[in-house]
């Protein structure tokens, strides 16, 4: 499975954007699909996932992100979105989607080394 991340921007506090996470390749439908964004000089962190729906397709946020963020998947279409609204200054970095194995327990979703496959970033750039 190979992941790639585009519909990053530069956009006002306040904007909404939709990020795509395109697979290609077998089996990305039992991928748990996660977010993850870092900015200048910060580590990478955590900003939504979801579980394959053979395992309830729960999704889980950042407190930072919970309520603004909707994080979706298309299976028909092999995709997963990134859903942001009332986007903010602080939300400005390069955003990452991943893909965990279904297998991975709740207490890792957040994690990073729990994703073993990576598209390249998406920047996003909020301005105030």
């Known amino acids: 499975v190979q992941l790639q991340a585009f519909g990053g921007g530069l956009v006002q506090a306040g904007d909404s954007l939709r990020l795509t996470c395109a697979a290609s390749?077998?089996?990305?439908?039992?991928?748990?699909l996660g977010w993850f964004r870092q900015a200048p000089g910060k580590e990478r962190e955590f900003v939504a996932a979801i579980r394959v729906r053979q395992r309830g397709g729960t999704t889980y946020y950042a407190d930072s992100v919970k309520g603004r963020f909707t994080i979706s998947r298309d299976y028909a279409k092999d995709t997963g979105y990134l859903q942001m609204n009332s986007l903010k200054p602080e939300d400005t970095a390069v955003y990452y989607c991943?893909?965990?194995?279904?297998?991975?327990?709740?207490?890792?979703?957040?994690?990073?080394?729990?994703?073993?496959?990576w598209g390249q970033g998406t920047q996003v750039t909020v301005s105030s």
């Open positions: 390749g077998p089996s990305f439908s039992t991928y748990n």
């Open positions: 991943a893909a965990a194995p279904q297998s991975t327990i709740t207490s890792s979703i957040p994690t990073a080394r729990a994703y073993t496959i």
